[in-house]
């Protein structure tokens, strides 16, 4: 784990998704989610806007088509609650999956220059994700790209409906 110093109260220490409609998903996507998690706890940077104290516990979940943040302290104590409208998250959401499925299937069978391609484009796409969830969050949570990339793996896994 990173030493953060002074920002080491600024962070999650816990993630939870809110997973109730999901019902299957492959195993690709299951060690995302995994790692997402896994990275997010061991090193993140995360700031609630106008919130002395930390660290912080986070709720991430779907609701009426928005996407909630709900903040808490460690000791359960809500925080804040910030709902983005998930209708700019959409497009990007479906061209990373499109992208991912085919990184998927070209490490079974591309050569190394084609894998080396599409992962390219899988990351810039999921770097534009990461950047597009930073604006959206700008001026209710600071982040650091770190966590704007893993937070948006797992905005991508709590699009999945009925596995894929």
Do not use: W
């Not at 962070?11 to 019902?23: A, M």
């Not at 460690?74 to 999956?97: N, P, S, T």
């Amino acid at each position: 784990m990173v030493d953060q110093g002074a920002n080491a109260p600024r962070r999650i220490v816990k993630l939870t998704l809110d997973e109730h409609t999901v019902i299957r998903r492959s195993q690709e996507v299951e060690q995302e989610r995994a790692v997402a998690i896994f990275d997010l706890i061991e090193e993140n940077y995360f700031s609630p806007v106008g919130i002395d104290g930390g660290p912080f516990v986070l709720l991430l979940k779907i609701e009426d088509n928005r996407l909630i943040f709900e903040v808490q302290s460690e000791a359960g104590d809500d925080l804040l609650r910030v709902q983005l409208a998930l209708a700019g998250f959409r497009g990007i959401v479906k061209d990373y999956f499109m992208i991912c499925d085919s990184y998927y299937s070209a490490i079974k069978t591309a050569t190394r220059s084609q894998i080396e391609a599409v992962d390219m484009a899988r990351r810039g796409l999921h770097n534009d994700g990461s950047v597009m969830l930073r604006e959206r969050l700008a001026g209710q949570i600071e982040i650091d790209h770190n966590t704007a990339r893993r937070l948006f793996t797992l905005i991508c896994v709590l699009h999945i409906r009925g596995g894929k």
